[in-house]
């Protein structure tokens, strides 16, 4: 199954993410099939950025976004255009319409993490920095809860993975363990008959 998820990258405290086409069975930080778009929660708002014909191929050619990459396209309305796509409208007019749509978005390029300007002090660079990211501390529990739904349903992947190899490794030995008692059986059952074989020698000379 094709997959359409988060690809973090960044700096340590600095997150941002690659919106990437992947194969289910690819690990977390393993190759990847394309890159579709980019989501930055740290400007204000969040910036998301679409490639939109592509996020409509991949959908249309039923790849399975996760729950944090499908909200991204809610919100960015690629997720309607998809369901108006899959009804008949034309490609071209939905792309036509959606960089329509991005052009006229207006994000400040700044992070949410302020540094100190000339003549003031860290703590007042704090301060500010405290009152620029208060309105954006409501949205990210939203955000924090995507990420970590997405690293869950990678976790429960893993889980499944792992339970299937143990079962095998169990059958595995269990085989093993059947065959070396049968081999042992057999073994003893010739070296019994050689010994009645052996007894029956000597009666015959007596």
Same mark, same amino acid.
């Not at 944090?68 to 490609?91: C, D, M, N, S, Y």
């Not at 085989?175 to 009645?196: H, L, N, T, Y």
């Given at each position: 199954?094709?997959?359409? =998820?988060? =690809?973090?990258?960044?700096?340590?405290?600095?997150?941002?993410?690659?919106?990437?086409?992947?194969?289910?069975?690819?690990? =977390?930080?393993?190759?990847?099939? #394309?890159?579709?778009?980019?989501?930055?929660?740290?400007?204000?708002?969040?910036?998301?950025?679409?490639?939109?014909?592509?996020?409509?191929?991949?959908?249309?050619?039923?790849?399975?976004?996760?729950?944090?990459?499908?909200?991204?396209?809610?919100?960015?309305?690629?997720?309607?255009?998809?369901?108006?796509?899959?009804?008949?409208?034309?490609?071209?007019?939905?792309?036509?319409?959606?960089?329509?749509?991005?052009?006229?978005?207006?994000?400040?390029?700044?992070?949410?993490?302020?540094?100190?300007?000339?003549?003031?002090?860290?703590?007042?660079?704090?301060?500010?920095?405290?009152?620029?990211?208060?309105?954006?501390?409501?949205?990210?529990?939203?955000?924090?809860?995507?990420?970590?739904?997405?690293?869950?349903?990678?976790?429960?992947?893993?889980?499944?993975?792992?339970?299937?190899?143990?079962?095998?490794?169990?059958?595995?030995?269990?085989?093993?363990?059947?065959?070396?008692?049968?081999?042992?059986?057999?073994?003893?059952?010739?070296?019994?008959?050689?010994?009645?074989?052996?007894?029956?020698?000597?009666?015959? #000379?007596?």
């Amino acid at each position: 199954m094709v997959r359409i =998820r988060l =690809r973090r990258m960044g700096l340590k405290g600095q997150p941002s993410y690659r919106i990437v086409v992947t194969d289910q069975r690819s690990p =977390r930080d393993g190759r990847f099939i #394309e890159i579709i778009g980019f989501h930055n929660p740290r400007t204000e708002p969040a910036t998301d950025t679409i490639k939109e014909d592509r996020a409509l191929h991949w959908l249309n050619a039923s790849a399975q976004p996760s729950d944090a990459v499908k909200r991204i396209l809610q919100r960015t309305g690629t997720w309607a255009r998809f369901e108006r796509l899959r009804k008949g409208e034309a490609v071209e007019t939905l792309v036509a319409e959606a960089n329509t749509q991005f052009a006229e978005v207006q994000v400040s390029p700044k992070t949410r993490y302020a540094a100190p300007v000339d003549g003031q002090s860290k703590w007042k660079a704090a301060e500010r920095a405290a009152a620029v990211a208060e309105p954006a501390a409501q949205a990210a529990p939203s955000e924090a809860k995507d990420i970590v739904d997405e690293i869950k349903e990678d976790a429960q992947k893993v889980e499944a993975v792992v339970e299937e190899v143990v079962e095998d490794v169990v059958e595995a030995v269990k085989s093993g363990v059947k065959k070396a008692k049968e081999k042992v059986e057999e073994v003893v059952e010739d070296v019994v008959e050689a010994v009645e074989d052996a007894l029956d020698g000597d009666k015959d #000379e007596a």
